[in-house]
């Protein structure tokens, strides 16, 4: 069990699974740079929080819930929790029967081809179960492209998945190092490139090779 002081922000998790030096910059260099993907995701994050709770007959929508977990050491706040009424599940104040907690987050483009916004809304759903003693079985996305949900089961591939990450984000967060740059294509889309400057920093300028090699070079 993590005490309080231990915890780290859920985002850090899709921060590190998208790329450990991103993750690194931000989370241990306070390093930030924003572009118009991060302007235009931070604003329908704000709309988001900001709508005011629903109620319908059979679901409770909360906005901007704080969640953490103290199994995992996590910290962070859904965008939308949907309490739906079900045969399990907890009791909300003034409500009558059973209400199963359905984590929805927001974001601004189209599913990833990889897991990392899975990984990051599975510690959510983490969270609460710890929190409220219930079991969340799935949640889903809401992008912006192309404007509608995407389910995820939180089934005990994803769940491992996002466990191991966490207790990688802890090592690594114990270790204090931001991890090397690796080039890729994605680094392009990324807000940090003119800090990380992947191409340079990524580079392997070993001191032995570099005189082995010129040293080859005069005796010629």
């Not at 916004?117 to 759903?125: H, I, R, W």
Request: include cysteine; hydrophobic fraction near 35%.
């Amino acid at each position: 069990m993590f005490t309080e002081s231990d915890l780290q922000p859920i985002s850090a998790l899709q921060h590190l699974h998208f790329c450990p030096r991103q993750w690194g910059l931000i989370h241990l260099e306070q390093a930030w740079a924003e572009n118009v993907f991060t302007a235009e995701g931070r604003v329908l994050h704000q709309r988001v929080h900001e709508e005011e709770s629903q109620t319908r007959h059979d679901v409770r929508v909360a906005r901007g819930l704080r969640v953490h977990s103290l199994r995992l050491g996590l910290v962070g706040q859904a965008d939308v929790v949907e309490f739906r009424q079900s045969d399990s599940g907890i009791e909300l104040p003034g409500q009558e029967g059973l209400w199963r907690p359905f984590p929805v987050e927001y974001k601004r483009g189209k599913p990833k081809i990889d897991i990392c916004d899975e990984v990051q809304l599975c510690a959510g759903a983490l969270c609460l179960e710890e929190m409220l003693r219930t079991e969340v079985p799935e949640g889903a996305f809401f992008y912006g492209r192309p404007r509608r949900r995407h389910p995820v089961a939180f089934d005990r591939q994803l769940r491992q998945k996002t466990t191991d990450l966490c207790e990688e984000l802890h090592r690594l967060y114990q270790l204090g190092r931001t991890p090397k740059a690796v080039y890729s294509k994605k680094c392009q889309s990324c807000s940090l490139y003119e800090i990380c400057l992947p191409k340079t920093t990524g580079l392997d300028k070993r001191v032995n090779e570099y005189i082995k090699k010129h040293r080859l070079i005069s005796d010629l």
